[in-house]
């Protein structure tokens, strides 16, 4: 057997709303293990996993890594999806406790293997840098509200040039061309109850805004491309299309905006290999990095925008754009002041951890989940 596939995902972001999760979509509830994974700063939780998820991608297993928006080494969570199990960071800002104890769910507090006299010597130093930390997160937040406002502004003006039933045409034309591909002698099957599952696929990190698409869209064949200056739109466009898929009978995983967290940038289709994605601004990507897509259908927006009208407030477009582009830095900025902070209150945990204890736990954990995959065989 080869090796397996690693998948990037954010699970949960920083975004105009504060941090905004969608943990519970990890993995669904009735798994075969979900390993909540507990202890401070420095213990080792990130750590801990990606050995396990290596260690499984090296016997052939395709892995997820749960990727942490506040620190772009740092990982939340690693599901290896064939088998059912699951390892999550169980703590702040994402806690997560188990929902069925013994049943599915455990606790793995990696608080047992530290010397509590170590830590208590620098209480002081730990809470004044936590609270540092909180503190700097919250500045960054007021920023991306800010930064929302001006959007909201920027979204204004191009909702009063854009020609929505163009834009309908599309999300029409897209949903018919789909459904032909899962259409029996003219009637759609409706086996089981479709799931859907959210996600992020970019997110804001300290070092700016970050993304995996390669890895996202790595098993896709076909991909629908929505460009356009009108980026609300686009989500508009793609998130009715994620909901009329989904209402259709088929799986869905949908990809959140870093920024707006109830807005879509990215709905896939698994089982069919379809994609239907916006040009998300801010990030530096390429569809021809995507070497496994045959076909890509681009959709242009700006064919619905009435110039004429943009023309009128092209003044108020260009500032609202130099507006929203310096907010966002400076959200950026905190963020990255937050894990500057962060790191230094590790360096208080890193000490006091007794590492081979943990390397000797996290062995006995990847022996249970190689059983468990046993058993899958």
């Known amino acids: 057997m080869g090796k397996g596939k690693i998948k990037k995902v954010f699970p949960g972001g920083n975004t105009a709303q504060g941090f905004f999760s969608y943990y519970q979509y990890m993995i669904e509830p009735n798994a075969t293990r979900i390993f909540c994974i507990k202890g401070g700063p420095g ?97 960054a937040y007021h920023q991306l509200a800010e930064a929302k406002t001006i959007k909201d502004e920027l979204d204004s003006y191009y909702a009063e040039a854009i020609n929505m039933g163009g834009v309908h045409g599309i999300i029409h034309n897209i949903a018919e061309d789909i459904l032909e591909d899962v259409m029996e002698d003219g009637q759609l099957q409706f086996a089981t109850e479709p ?32 460009t356009g200056e009108a980026s609300a739109i686009g989500s508009q466009v793609v998130g ?67 110039q004429s009208v943009l023309a009128v407030y092209d003044k108020e477009i260009k500032c609202a754009r130099e507006r929203l582009h310096s907010a966002l830095c400076r959200a950026i900025g905190y963020i990255a002041a937050a894990k500057a902070e962060h790191d230094i209150m590790e360096q208080y945990y890193i000490p006091a951890m007794d590492f081979e204890a943990i390397n000797a736990k996290r062995g006995e954990i990847l022996a249970r989940i190689l059983k468990y995959a046993e058993e899958f065989k």
């Open 195 to 226: 799931k859907d599952r959210h996600l992020f696929a970019t997110a804001f990190t300290p070092q700016g805004q970050t993304h995996h698409l390669e890895t996202i869209l790595a098993d896709l064949e076909k991909l629908y491309f929505i």
């Open 240 to 306: 009715t299309l994620a909901k009329a898929m989904h209402i259709h009978g088929l799986d869905t995983e949908v990809y959140h905006c870093a920024f707006e967290p109830t807005a879509v940038d990215l709905v896939i289709m698994p089982a069919l290999k379809i994609g239907i994605m916006k040009d998300i601004p801010g990030i530096d990507f390429k569809l021809q990095d995507i070497s496994g897509l045959r076909k890509i259908k681009i959709r242009d927006l700006n064919q619905y925008l009435d």
């Open 43 to 139: 213990v080792g939780k990130s750590t801990f996993m990606r050995y396990i998820g290596e260690q499984m991608v090296e016997r052939g297993y395709d892995i997820e890594h749960h990727c942490c928006s506040s620190d772009n080494g740092s990982l939340d969570g690693v599901v290896i999806p064939a088998i059912k199990v699951a390892l999550l960071d169980g703590t702040a800002p994402h806690v997560v406790d188990p929902k069925n104890p013994g049943a599915v769910d455990e606790i793995i507090h990696l608080g047992d293997y530290w010397q509590e006299d170590k830590l208590r010597a620098n209480k002081e130093a730990i809470l004044k840098s936590n609270r540092r930390v909180g503190r700097l997160f919250k500045i």
